[in-house]
């Protein structure tokens, strides 16, 4: 569908807007973090580990996980990246 200069295009998000995937995103991360704490510490120490030696998924990852602790802010697609990369690798117990 081709849009006319007069008309908005619903499919992109806008400055400012962020994906609406991101809340249940950050809500599935913090569940993710209580469900087996002991293991997210070993999760963390080796996404760590692997950053120091120069994997960029893990620099990025890891440099999301330090600014959700220090509660600083973070751009929705690096929570939705951070979550999908976990997802995929650490599958939460019991979670369908």
């Not at 080796?46 to 998924?57: D, M, Q, W, Y």
């Not at 990025?60 to 690096?78: F, Q």
């Amino acid at each position: 569908m081709k849009k006319t200069t007069n008309q908005e295009d619903y499919s992109t998000i806008k400055e400012g807007e962020y994906h609406p995937s991101a809340d249940s995103a950050l809500s599935w991360y913090k569940e993710f973090i209580i469900s087996d704490i002991k293991q997210w510490f070993m999760i963390k120490e080796s996404i760590a580990s692997t950053a120091l030696s120069g994997n960029r998924l893990a620099e990025i990852c890891m440099g999301t996980i330090n600014r959700l602790e220090n509660k600083e802010p973070v751009s929705d697609r690096y929570l939705l990246g951070l979550c999908w990369f976990l997802k995929n690798n650490f599958p939460i117990k019991n979670e369908n």
